[in-house]
C-alpha cells in the first residue's frame, strides 16, 4: 500500500492564510505554484488592502485620539473600540469565507483586488 501526500496546500487554505498578516500574501504572490491561481492571488490582494487600509484609518484616528487626548473624550475611546472589533469581524469573515472557497468581496478593496489578481 502507497501513501502519497502533496507537499502543496489547497487553494482554500492558502487563501485562508494569506489573511493572517501581509507577509504570507505577500510570500503567496511571490511563490510559484501560488501565484499562479487567481483566488490565491485575490486572497492574496485583498489581505494586503486590508492591512494597508486598516492601518492607515488606525493611524489617523490614533492621532485624532493622541490630539484630543487633553480633552479626555469617551466617545472616541468607544469609537477606537468598536473600530478593532469592527476589524477584528471584518478579517475573520473573510479568512472563513476563503476557509470556504468562496470569495467576500469587499466594497471598494474587493473590487480592486479583483483587477490586481487578473494580472
Not at 500500500?1 to 504572490?29: N, Q, R
Not at 492571488?41 to 488592502?49: E, G, N, P, V
Not at 492601518?55 to 473600530?83: H, S, W
Request: aromatic share 12%; proline share 3%.
Amino acid at each position: 500500500m502507497t501513501v502519497t501526500t502533496s507537499a502543496e496546500m489547497s487553494d482554500k487554505t492558502v487563501g485562508a492564510i494569506s489573511y493572517f498578516t501581509f507577509v504570507p500574501a505577500i510570500v503567496f504572490l511571490l511563490v510559484k505554484p501560488y501565484k499562479e491561481s487567481p483566488c490565491i492571488r485575490f486572497h492574496a490582494w485583498q489581505s494586503i488592502l486590508l492591512c494597508l487600509v486598516a492601518f492607515a484609518v488606525n493611524i489617523v484616528l490614533g492621532l485624532i485620539a493622541l490630539l484630543t487626548l487633553f480633552l479626555g473624550t469617551v466617545a472616541l475611546a468607544y469609537t477606537l473600540r468598536l473600530l478593532s472589533l469592527f476589524w477584528l469581524v471584518l478579517w475573520l469573515a473573510c479568512v472563513i469565507q476563503a476557509f470556504q472557497g468562496k470569495r467576500l468581496k469587499l466594497p471598494v478593496i474587493g473590487a480592486i483586488a479583483e483587477k490586481l489578481s487578473m494580472r
